[in-house]
Structure formats: C-alpha cells, structure tokens
C-alpha cells in the first residue's frame, strides 16, 4: 500500500474530510496520512480508539513516537491523557488499549536505531520560550536529534513563516488555524513540506499550536530495507 508516498511532493491533508478505516483490532480505526506497506508499514496515521477497544501486543521495530489528541491511551506502563507526547524507540513494545477512548497521532517506522531514548511529556504544561529569531513564535523543543528536530510551537494571531528546510519538514495542527494559498487547515489537519522547498503559513485570528518535525525526510527507510 502506498498513500503520499511520493516525498518529492507537498502534501496538505484536511484529515477530517478522510474516511475512518478499520484495522485488523475491531474498535481501532485510522485516518492514513502517508503509508509505504501494509500492516508493517512506514506510517503517519491518526489513529482512533473505541471505548474498552486494545491492539495486540506487539515490538516497535522500527519504532514509534504518538501524540495523544484525545481521551486517554493506555497500556502497561501507565495512562497517557490528552496532550501526551510519546517516543518509544526500536525495540520496546507495549499492549495499547484504552478504556474510555481516545484519539492519536501516530509515526511508525521513522526512528533511528541508535536513538534509543524513551519518554512520555505533557506538552500542555510545558513552558514556551519567545523566539528571538521569529517574532510572535514562543517554543519548546520536545526532541534534539542529529536526524530530526521535533517542536511543540505557538504562533499568534496572524504571524506569518516560511518553512524552509533542507531535509523536509511536517506540520500537526493542535489547535487554531493556518492559511496557505488561500487555503484554512484547522485542528489536526497536517502539512509535509519536501526537502529544499518553501512553503509560507499565515497563522489564524486566534493563533496557532503546532505540532512540528524538521530535518527527517532526506533519507526515507522503509520496513525489510
């Protein structure tokens, strides 16, 4: 299966216009923002749970990092509310499930091996630092890697940015909006921008909270390569 498989491509997806698919776990369901392979898969996802539904248990071997949008996910470790921010590196697995229900952003398959750092942040309670670099930008930097930097981003009310970034770059939408070409994404849309290219945002009336990885598509890995 390949969705948004082409990385050379911008890609903006409005994900509420996206259909609900059902996976192999009855009560999980997901919204496939980018995909290369079937159930093991390099994978952008939002993924849905019913209340009292589970996944099987299973091994991150390529890894995975999720952000909880909403209700709470759970599994063996602990509950992890709304506002959560996962990273569960190669090798470690996990049996999710979630007793009222909840909704999540999910990567799979885009970690490096040798990052083997594993976390859970709240990033409701984090504290944002002013840009000096973009005014009307305050941010908290959620994950510093030499393949990727992963952001948690305030913009205010009608701050305007270019993305640029030689390795690529992809844009969660948490809460507000952005205008792009005349364009409105709202609250969970999302955005990949390819490596080299420039694409200018214009934050909402109200601002806008972002989710934001830079620098991680020059070098797309896919399971079994």
């Known amino acids: 299966m390949k969705i948004n498989a082409n990385f050379d491509e911008p890609v903006f997806v409005h994900t509420s216009s996206l ?3 059902a996976s192999p776990m009855v009560g999980v369901e997901r919204r496939m923002l980018d995909r290369i392979g079937d159930e093991v898969a390099r994978a952008t996802s939002l993924v849905r749970y019913a209340e009292g539904s589970s996944f099987a248990e299973h091994t ?7 952000i909880v949008l909403e209700g709470v996910f759970q599994d063996e470790h602990g509950d992890y509310p709304a506002g959560t921010y996962v990273r569960n590196p190669v090798g470690t697995h996990h049996i999710p499930r979630s007793k ?16 083997q750092e594993q976390f859970a942040v709240d990033i409701n309670s984090l504290d944002l630092t002013p840009d000096p670099e973009r005014p009307g930008v305050r941010e908290a930097m959620l994950a ?3 393949y990727e930097r992963v952001a948690l981003e305030d913009w205010g009310a009608g701050v305007g940015q270019t993305i640029k970034e030689a390795a690529g770059g992809e ?3 948490l809460d507000g909006t952005l205008k792009h ?3 409105i994404y709202a609250k969970h849309d999302w955005l990949r921008i390819p490596s080299g290219e420039s694409v200018h945002l214009i934050a909402g009336p109200d601002g806008a909270r972002l989710w934001i990885k830079r620098g991680h598509l020059a070098d797309i890995t896919v399971p079994g390569n």
């Not at 991150?60 to 999720?66: L, N, P, Q, T, Y």
């Open 19 to 21: 259909e609900w698919i």
């Open 60 to 66: 991150h071997s390529g890894g995975e990092e999720f």
């Open 100 to 115: 009222p229900g909840c909704t999540i952003f999910v990567k799979l398959w885009q970690f490096d091996p040798e990052d």
């Open 144 to 146: 510093d890697r030499d």
């Open 171 to 173: 844009i969660l939408i």
């Open 181 to 183: 070409d005349n364009e």
